[in-house]
């Protein structure tokens, strides 16, 4: 599947649902119930929304392993905290691959400790691409119609898993946001690559916090106090992040 590329234009539909694309969000090797779809509506025709984190962002592939190797690498994972924390306000199904676990090991334990139970659907890989089957499936069953949907990634590493989940997700018509203050790569010059040749091929690379409140939408729903209080909270962390992660 690597190595499709398209542009994606698509109509959602309303079920709004964030998928963590976790390349070492990995729970005891188990995988664990998806929540219900969120009632959150963004405006009259929302997509479901999927955030991706890998550690090879989308909270691809965050795993111990990978702590002396990535470049920036703590920024990546409060990034990816901030994000988890806001799926669990709005109630948006966090999504997980490892890689290889049996040989990488399991995810940071920060992430872990961030997600509550029973909020986590865990898959283990070797390919690089998050995009194997089982994923698939459980994506599709969030969106039974076989509607498009929005996916954000964060993770590591840049070039190499992001680059392919994300090519990968356009070729199949769906809306990837790659969350720029998330992602990185053991190679720091590798992300500016990427992000460039993904910007191209039609991904939009932004910021978490941009991203977070285009979720949302409108300042009147419900869980808008929360994302907002969060966001205040942790407002050092994300300027650290940003300023050092959003340079090209």
Not at 25 to 34: A, D, K, L, V
């Amino acid at each position: 599947m690597a190595g499709k590329t398209s542009k994606s234009n698509c109509s959602f539909s309303f079920s709004t649902i964030l998928y963590c694309f976790v390349y070492t969000f990995h729970q005891n090797g188990t995988t664990s119930e998806i929540p219900e779809s969120s009632s959150l509506v963004r405006h009259s025709t929302p997509p479901p929304i999927y955030l991706i984190l890998t550690t090879d962002n989308s909270i691809c592939d965050i795993q111990e392993k990978f702590r002396p190797a990535i470049h920036e690498y703590p920024k990546v994972i409060s990034t990816a905290q901030k994000l988890i924390r806001a799926c669990t306000t709005l109630r948006i199904p966090i999504y997980a691959t490892t890689q290889s676990s049996s040989r990488l090991g399991p995810i940071c334990s920060e992430l872990t400790a961030a997600t509550p139970n029973n909020f986590l659907f865990t898959i283990d890989k070797t390919a690089f691409s998050m995009l194997v089957p089982d994923l698939q499936f459980a994506m599709q069953s969030n969106s039974p119609n076989n509607e498009p949907y929005q996916v954000a990634i964060v993770g590591i590493e840049t070039h190499i898993c992001v680059t392919q989940t994300a090519l990968d997700l356009l070729s199949e018509g769906h809306r990837v946001y790659v969350l720029m203050d998330g992602v990185s790569s053991c190679n720091a010059g590798e992300r500016a690559v990427a992000l460039e040749r993904l910007r191209a091929e039609g991904a939009i690379v932004t910021s978490s916090e941009g991203w977070l409140y285009e979720c949302m939408g409108d300042a009147g729903i419900p869980e808008f106090k929360t994302i907002a209080g969060l966001v205040k909270e942790t407002k050092e962390s994300t300027k650290d992040a940003v300023q050092t992660l959003c340079k090209m």
